[in-house]
């Protein structure tokens, strides 16, 4: 009988052929949840993200920061309301998401990407017209202030820097006027995943995936065609629905996989990518 490799060995052995897989393309990855709270999950997070690009994937990172947001807000005494989920954004306020998104959330990625090894370069909409936003109602019909939604996506300025640096993306937008609005992280990494041409855009989570019942945590969907996802889309609630919205709109412009991985899993961007059991929803297209 063959000796087995080490056990170690092993892991890098069941990599290969994945990292062959991904070789020379683009995942995009929204970066939200406890792996962006967690002091040690946020650490490992940006291995993960050096890793990828040691190994020849183009990741980009987008990201939000509702939490931090909130945070400032309350210390500046400002009123935080949201309606079906969403921001209600006045002027103050999407002044105050663009600095704290742009200015620290941003900031501390990149920093963060970079001491562990590879040069990171933090962006917004604005920058190289990224991202051209108009006015968005709330899904009642309600006037919730400068929330956009995304009308077009210029991805020239991207192409560029993800040559050779690791882009983050800061979820903000600006319409022709030059208003900046909060946009929808997940909207935006399905976006930009589209427009890029991305072979895979993943979501990172608080859940272990998409549920086939939120109440039972038991219950995760660890594969769906996209055409599953769309005749079940109407009866998903709460911050699920926007996350397999931008998986449909991904996989509808071309990106071959969507996932919804859990993110307070260490290195569970790892664990999907390099694994062969992976972890969490894998959407792909129909046929
Ligand atoms: N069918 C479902 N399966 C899984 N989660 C669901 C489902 N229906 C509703 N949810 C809710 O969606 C949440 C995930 O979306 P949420 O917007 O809260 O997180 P996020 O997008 O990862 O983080 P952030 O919005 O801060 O960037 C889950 O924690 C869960 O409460
Ligand atoms: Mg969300």
């Known amino acids: 009988m063959t000796p087995r490799p080490p056990r170690d060995l092993g892991t890098l052995l ?3 052929p994945y990292i062959r897989e991904f070789h020379g393309k683009t995942v ?3 970066y939200g949840g406890a792996a962006m709270t967690d002091p040690s999950l946020k650490e490992d997070f940006a291995r993960d993200i050096v890793l990828l ?4 994937i183009n990741p980009v990172v987008v990201h939000g920061g509702g939490p931090e947001i909130t945070g400032y807000m309350e210390r500046l005494g400002m009123d935080v309301r949201f309606v079906d989920g969403l921001r209600v954004s006045d002027a103050e306020t999407v002044e105050v998401a663009k600095m704290v998104l742009v200015g620290k959330v941003n900031k501390d990625i990149v920093q963060r990407i970079g001491r562990h090894g590879q040069p990171a370069v933090g962006l917004s909409g604005d ?12 899904p009642g019909g309600a006037d919730i202030g400068f929330v956009g939604k995304i009308d077009k ?3 020239d300025v991207l192409n560029h820097i993800a040559q050779d640096y690791i ?3 800061a979820s903000v937008g600006a319409d022709r006027d030059g208003q900046s609005y909060n946009v929808n992280a ?13 072979y895979k855009v993943m979501f990172l ?3 272990e995936g998409w549920l086939r019942d939120p109440a039972d945590l038991d219950s995760v969907i660890s594969e769906a065609r996209a055409d599953e996802v769309e005749a079940a889309l109407t009866s998903i609630g709460g911050g699920m629905r926007p996350k397999l919205q931008s998986c449909l709109d991904a996989i509808h412009g071309g990106v071959s996989f969507a996932h919804i991985v859990d993110g307070r899993v260490p290195h569970s961007l790892l664990l999907e990518l390099f694994t062969d059991a992976g972890i969490g929803t894998k959407i792909r297209a129909s046929a």
């Open 14 to 16: 069941e990599a290969l």
């Open 28 to 30: 995009v990855v929204k």
């Open 53 to 56: 690009k040691y190994v020849g």
């Open 127 to 138: 920058d190289g017209r990224l991202l051209r936003v108009s006015k968005q109602h709330s």
């Open 153 to 155: 996506v210029d991805v």
């Open 167 to 169: 882009p983050v993306i």
């Open 186 to 198: 997940d909207e935006v990494a399905g976006a930009v995943a589209r427009a890029m041409g991305a």
């Open 205 to 207: 989570t608080d859940v």
